[in-house]
């Protein structure tokens, strides 16, 4: 898998394989030293009735989105992946787009959220999500964890995006200042366009569309996230 094409995958199960025997690109221990950026982004998707989440409401039709990868807004990243894996310890050939680049990134996914939780203030949440952490040769080094969240007493659905990086080595002196210019503008815009996107999503399917799944690109089960 190299470090950038400037065309699609074209052989999704090589990529695949080959992100399977990658390593973490960072050791998640140094992640509060200097150089590393925290982010926080919260984005409300709708209003439930207050209490446990209401069945094929927003918080589930959200959950299922998020866990499909359907969130994504594809002219700035989309995923590949293997449906039929668990979702914990799924390895993903992320594809960014940046102008006529395309950009390949492999991340695997460690941990899936499903609890409910006290804030501070008292209030109850209902959460579901999932994290990945980002492998070698991905241009990032880090941890992004996507959560759907409901407040039973208010019945807000929120999807809450929280997220550790930093710029990885990149050995193409090119890429490297590319990214260095437009990274976290282009990673800042990534986090909006996807909860705006998530939003957007929720709403189709609120008002009678059926629910975007992943679209199959073979062999086997490898599906493309999100679906054109």
């Not at 940046?98 to 959220?113: A, I, S």
């Not at 409910?116 to 008292?122: I, P």
């Not at 996107?197 to 490898?222: C, F, H, S």
Request: aromatic fraction near 8%; hydrophobic fraction near 40%; include cysteine.
């Amino acid at each position: 898998m190299r470090t950038m094409r400037l065309s699609p995958v074209s052989d999704p199960a090589a990529d695949l394989a080959e992100i399977a025997g990658l390593e973490l690109n960072y050791d998640p221990s140094t992640t509060g030293g200097k150089g590393w950026h925290h982010d926080r982004l919260r984005h409300t998707l709708a209003v439930e009735d207050p209490g446990d989440p209401e069945p094929g409401g927003p918080w589930e039709i959200a959950c299922a989105l998020t866990h499909d990868y359907e969130f994504a807004d594809r002219h700035i990243m989309s995923a590949l992946f293997h449906a039929d894996v668990p979702l914990k310890g799924r390895d993903m050939l992320l594809e960014g787009r940046f102008v006529v680049l395309r950009f390949p990134m492999g991340v695997r996914v460690d941990t899936v959220v499903d609890e409910t939780r006290r804030r501070a203030d008292g209030a109850e949440e209902r959460v579901w999500g999932w994290s990945y952490q980002t492998l070698g040769r991905h241009l990032e080094r880090g941890r992004l964890v996507y959560e759907v969240v409901k407040n039973t007493t208010t019945g807000r659905v929120e999807f809450v995006i929280t997220g550790v990086s930093s710029r990885a080595s990149i050995p193409n002196p090119v890429i490297a200042l590319g990214f260095l210019v437009f990274g976290r503008f282009t990673q800042r815009r990534f986090y909006r366009a996807v909860a705006a996107k998530l939003e957007e999503r929720v709403r189709d399917v609120l008002e009678g569309a059926p629910r975007p799944t992943p679209a199959p690109v073979g062999p086997g089960d490898i599906v493309r996230a999100p679906s054109a």
